[in-house]
């Protein structure tokens, strides 16, 4: 089966900076991506999903990258803010397979 | 409102004791599935189904059994509940196909003793 790998596992920044969480993938025929953010004691939700025929897509400070040569996809976060803080996945494959998460802390 | 929801949210019950966690979703999705989370394992698939009478085994399916009767209803039975299956279990439902947004319940926390 697919086999997805996040890191990293936890990432602290300073409110302002820009943060980066990386995904690799095995399955070379997934071809959807979505990345979730879950709040402290809350379900998660998409915040961004990217296809395998586009290689980036961007929504106000979210974007994320794709490259389907070497499997790996990314999620930048521009101007961090405390309300950012979260556990953030990502998924690949034709049935979603959930990365282990990045415990993403924004200070003030 | 559109909503995925869940029954019962919290429950504590001893090894051995048949429970069922409801899910049901008011959206007309064909695809659901069960998560289970663990700390530092992420979100593990239990079952999936893409439509009614459709089932598959996810990466965790041993202890678990699911039924879709009802495209609207996706139950969760353990049989025979053990301490290993204490976790924060979340129900999602997508539309068409696992290819787009996964709507998530609000999770059920168990605990096996």
């Known amino acids: 089966g697919e086999n997805v790998e996040q890191h990293p596992s936890t990432l602290s920044v300073q409110e302002g900076d820009s943060a980066v969480i990386k995904c690799t993938y095995s399955?070379?025929?997934?071809?959807?991506f979505p990345w979730y953010k879950q709040e402290l004691g809350k379900r998660p939700q998409l915040i961004i999903d990217?296809?395998?025929?586009?290689g980036e897509k961007k929504d106000q400070r979210i974007a994320v990258t794709l490259n389907k040569t070497a499997k790996h996809f990314s999620l930048h976060i521009t101007e961090t803010q405390p309300e950012d803080s979260a556990v953030y996945f990502c998924?690949?494959?034709?049935?979603?397979?959930f990365g282990r998460g990045t415990s993403l802390i924004v200070h003030p | 409102e559109a909503q995925v929801t869940q029954n019962p949210r919290y429950l504590i019950t001893v090894t051995g004791k048949k429970l069922t966690v409801t899910c049901s979703q008011n959206?007309?999705?064909?695809?659901m599935s069960w998560y289970r989370q663990d700390p530092g394992l992420g979100l593990r698939q239990i079952y999936y189904?893409?439509?009614?009478?459709?089932?598959d085994k996810g990466d965790v399916p041993e202890g678990y059994k699911v039924s879709r009767k009802e495209k609207r209803n996706f139950p969760l039975i353990l049989e025979s509940p053990s301490p290993n299956q204490t976790s924060l279990y979340f129900c999602?439902?997508?539309?068409?196909?696992?290819?787009?947004?996964?709507?998530f319940g609000p999770g059920t926390r168990l605990t096996v003793l």
């Open positions: 999602a439902s997508s539309s068409g196909s696992p290819h787009n947004e996964q709507f």
């Open positions: 399955d070379s025929a997934s071809n959807y």
């Open positions: 990217i296809r395998s025929n586009v």
């Open positions: 998924a690949a494959s034709r049935i979603p397979t």
């Open positions: 959206m007309n999705h064909e695809y």
């Open positions: 189904s893409m439509n009614v009478e459709v089932t």
